[in-house]
Structure formats: C-alpha cells, structure tokens
Nanobody, 126 residues
Framework: QVQLVESGGGLVQAGGSLRLSCAAS????????MGWFRQAPGKEREFVSA????????YYADSVKGRFTISRDNAKNTVYLQMNNLKPEDTAVYYC???????????????????WGRGTQVTVSS
C-alpha cells in the first residue's frame, strides 16, 4: 500500500520546538520531491518546505526560513521537519506529500503532488 504517514504534532508554547516525521512506503520515492504543507482553519493550504529525495536540495517558504529545517533519512524512508522558535501563526494541520517532479517552482505547488498523508495537528500557544 502506497502511503505517507505523518507523526510528531502536538501542543507547544511559543518559542518551543517540534519535529514532524513522514514515513513513506509502498513506492520508490528516490526521484521524488517530498514536501510539507500546512492548512490553518479558514485558510488555504500553503507550502512550508520541500526536499529532493535524491541530492537533498531543499526549499522553504519565507515565513519559516531560519526556523524550520527539512531533512530525510534514506535508510528509514522518512522525511523530517524540525520546527524551532514556533509561533502561534504556525498553528495548522501539517501534511506530508510526494511530488514526482523536480525544481523550485513545482516544489511549492500543491497541485503537483500526487500523494498526501492525512496530516498531523500542530498547535502553538501564546
């Protein structure tokens, strides 16, 4: 079964940290771009970060640069999102997704991703 499973969400105070994980299975993702998106209540889904599984090229939204770090563990087929200095505006459901395309532009386009996880809730209290 091809799937992405997120974990690691939770409730944290502003300034705190969380690490999200995305376990990928059922398909070879070595040529894919893996992305994290988030969606807050009443808002559209927005790009957070992405990483090329092969080569490790990374991309970040301006709102998270310097605070979030994306990485991957090839042996575990898992992508991580380390989130530091969290802010209340980071509160959202965070989704992991797989994109068969490459490049900076397509990395931020949710319509280019063909597989999505169910999401994990991140809540940052002020």
């Amino acid at each position: 079964q091809v799937q992405l499973v997120e974990s690691g969400g939770g409730l944290v105070q502003a300034g705190g940290s969380l690490r999200l994980s995305c376990a990928a299975s059922g398909r070879t993702f070595s040529t894919y771009t893996m992305g994290w998106f988030r969606q807050a209540p009443g808002k559209e889904r927005e790009f957070v970060s992405a990483i090329r599984w092969s080569g490790g090229m990374t991309y970040y939204a301006d709102s998270v640069k310097g605070r979030f770090t994306i990485s991957r563990d090839n042996a575990k087929n898992t992508v991580y999102l380390q989130m530091n200095n969290l802010k209340p505006e980071d509160t959202a459901v965070y989704y992991c997704a797989a994109n068969p395309n490459s490049g900076m532009v397509v990395a931020s386009m949710p319509q280019r991703y063909d597989l999505w996880g169910r999401g994990t809730q991140v809540t940052v209290s002020s």
